[in-house]
């Protein structure tokens, strides 16, 4: 066995560091770490939604005080409606939806109450329905982006509802866009075996068509129908896959479709509409033939506002699990008429001050005449005496006026009986009546 | 009073901080932690430019992974009506939710391409090989080191499905399709694998189950027999340099280092650094989340996850037709060619030719061909994988990456 | 020397820091990880519920089944106690006198308009809510109530308890 050489030389101190940088990259990374933790800890205080919340304490603390803003507290807020499996953290940011009296335009849009027509909420209460069953987006999102599903800069949201938000009507034209006419399309998710159904104009106008064209002559729709063109009961849940956007778009020359050398996904962007299904059908509601040139389905001639109604009903066609207890209260045409109180889908230039006489004669006439006091005061020479803001105030909020308004606590001392606008009133409807005031009371 | 206070202070911490040699030797012995070094190490097998430290970054990344995932297993829900849910709670509504998803997401990433650049330092150092040493088994470690690798691709995978997503659920069609085209047993492999036939609760809970205890646990067991091999090898092959030097009558004195203190120090120095570049990409990039999983429509285009897309690829382009006859891509790039790979990769250990001198040496010139041959597939499978990525838009077809078409939404 | 010395001291204050951010980032990414298991939002029924607009509460006992809650006004002044058996879960049963009755009970004379009887095994409970026969151990919870801010109406929250003489005044 050949000796072993002498270790000792070899061996060295304990104490002798081998590696002398290391310790210092050790900190270096620490130091790295411990920055980038405080960045982690940053994020997680201060998430997008933090600021909307603390404003909205401020703004409860300004109008109604110290006690009031104490119930307002900070994180993340939700409804979580387990019969239909949704979680609405859209309450996060938007916490002033069930308060009374902030209903005002001087209000962010973001903490105003939410606008009950003729009383839609009472009848959709929030605890039951959240806020994406009707609004669409993604009620598990807690910032802007993601919650509203805005796909920016080629990022897209993964996320198959979109938020049927009043930008969104814009781009399809819409002229009536700041009333949110998409969200019709999901009261009739629901309500689509309803004959009508007061406040949703473009489907009413759809069904209607739907029956004077006859298109169950050639489509099963709602469970019965023909079979020469497609089954239409879930046309709403198609994927976006399933529609051939590559397709030749065709042009009608002679009456004959003739290939346009555009695809048709060409001719949707050509005419600056969103690239999407629903504008897949806008295109086939003008001109089936457009797209399927052998189809048998006429041109019926379609004006913009039935295409869009069309195209929307259409969409409403979706399969869903609905619980019995959703299922909606099936009224009488009578009753459905009664109850409807919305306002057309044309812009309300036309006859306002008619219109508004027509719905002062419904609701105020129970208490109020022109010329003599009844119930409530006379209201010759109104607008002499109060402001025009006052007024409108008054006819869409008299309970909170009464509790917070000197004037109009003063004139409930004065008359003892609370003012109540029997059906509720919508602003439209509101402003039209303050519009026939105006002439009327002179 | 302080005096004790020290006494007891060194009695915990001595193991760590040796005052003298025979301190350092008995550390490794009297501290569990320790127990795994020798009491001194080779310093040429610690040097940075030999191994990477890849092996022990892996390990390290695996630790991540543990501790992030068992606090995940106190969040997530594994049934295919909450497990969706469930990840969109620790995305926005769970404290620092999306730092834990985000941290076990980007290690596994990075755990399967640090196990797969240490396989491949292994081989171009041909540390599969024992010198002239007859005591030496590393042909065996290099084995279980392949199987460690399938494990980590594995894990991987069966964690890939658990978000129940979009992304998960035809990911992981895409990868079981291919395990059905294996001849004979395929449909058999996928029936058990699932549960059924087709992705749905059985498949999520097994898949779960095979995640948290069983193939971790398979890998713990491996990972302990490959470090005990390590060290009854005598440690990282480039120490059979020196003992080959040695027999051949030159006298060589290996430089030694204390394992206790400087490369327990060494170790910590590794931890830090995976744990600084893993918590810098999870702060600053999100973990993707897509639409809730449905098998009635497919993204376009579904993908396999990035370590198997040189599969999606190979069988995209070897589902040949040549007049009536189709040659069945799944097969052949799917199970044949990855096989015959895998196959050779493992046995490479026992039938590679290279003399000794070869051993623990980057590039010996002994063993170019196999080195080109090697680096040739490793380029191609990476090529692969890039070209799946960023070149494969809509319908699997070819666009540059910054022209990939635009598809329609809904509204 | 004393160059030396500065520079041990800077090196054993690095050393130091370095430790300390080394360890503190690990505490604290733990501490973070902690902090996660602790809920931020619950799938549960909410404890603190709106019931309705106080002007619609009548005089006397009112129950809300949805919350198993009794609660009572007298003249402007309402409070709320839970209507679940403190034995096994039963729901009690609201026992009106119709008069003040004078009753001695465990030594103590008290004068109530009303009792609760739970239906399954039997125990009793005072107007205050006090057990004084059956199984239950414990009388039964009262809760407190507020006027809610945001829609003036009248809610309990059920995640605490107050003494049995606790009431709202109404405005």
Known sequence: MEQKPQAKQSLPDVKEDPFPYDSWIIYGFAVISAFLLGVAIYKELNPEYIKYQREFKALVERKFGKDAAKSVTFGVKQIWIPALNRTDRCITCHMGYEWKGLEGEDIPLVFRTHPNPNGLMDKHPFSKYGCTTCHGGQGF?????????????????????????????????????????????????????????????????????????ACKTCHVINGEGGNIGPNLDYEGSKMPEMFDMRGTYYEIRDGQPVPSGRKIEDEIKRRGLPFTVFSWHLLHFEEPRSITPTSSMPNFGFTDEEKLALTMLVMSWKKVDLPAEYIPVKRSTTQNAQMDKSPSAQPASADLVKRGEEIYKQKCTACHQIEKKLVGPALKGLFERRKEDWILSIILNPDSMIKNDPIAKELYEEYKVPMIVPGGITQEEAKAVVEYLKTATK | MKEKLYQVWRALVWTFDPADRTEAGRAVTRNFWLHWFPPRATKASLAWSYSFWLGTISAFLFLILTVTGVILMFLYVPSVERAYQSIKDLEYAVSFGWLLRNMHRWSAHMMVAAVFLHMVRVFYTGAYKNGMSHMA?????????????????????????LPWDQLAIWAVTVGTQIARSVPVIGDEIFYVLAGGT??????????????????????????????????????????????????????????MVFSSPWVVRRIILVFMGTFAWVLFLSVFLDSPLEEPASLEWTPNPAKAPWYFLWLQELVAITTIRIGGITLNGGFIGGVLIPGVLAALLTIWAFIDKSPAEATGVWFHKSRL???LVFTFFVLVIVGMIIFAMYFRGPYWGVYWPWAWPELPEII | MKEKELREKRREFLKNLGRILGYGTLGGLFAGFGRSLWPNILYEPPKRVRLLDPKNLAEGMNYFPDQRLFVFKRGNEVWAVSAVCQHLGCTVNFVPFGEKVKKKILGKDIEEEWEFHCPCHGSKYTQDGDIYEGPAPRGLPFYPLEIDPATGYLMVDMSREVKKDWRLKLS
């Open chain 2, 198 to 255: 087709r992705l749905d609760q059985n498949a999520l809970i097994r898949f779960y189950t095979l995640h948290v205890i069983f193939l971790p646990l398979l890998l713990l067991i491996l990972f302990s027999y490959h470090m005990w091999r390590v060290r009854k090898d005598e440690g990282l092959a480039v120490v059979e340099q020196f003992n080959i030097a040695r027999k051949k009558g030159e006298a060589v004195q290996p430089e």
């Open chain 2, 369 to 371: 061909v196999q080195n």
């Open chain 1, 141 to 213: 999102a807690t910032n802007i982006r993601e919650a509203h599903v805005i796909h920016e800069g080629g990022k897209k949201v993964r996320w198959l509802e979109p938020l049927l938000s009043a930008e969104k009507a814009k781009e399809y034209g819409f002229k009536d866009w700041q009333r949110l006419p998409l969200t019709e399309i999901n009261c009739n998710v629901c309500h689509r075996y309803d004959d009508s159904l007061p406040g949703t104009h473009y489907i009413n106008l759809a069904k209607r068509l739907v029956e004077e064209k």
């Open chain 2, 137 to 161: 088994r590393r042909e065996v470690n290099w084995v279980v080191g392949i199987i460690l690798l399938l494990l980590t691709l594995l894990l991987s995978f069966s964690g890939y499905l």
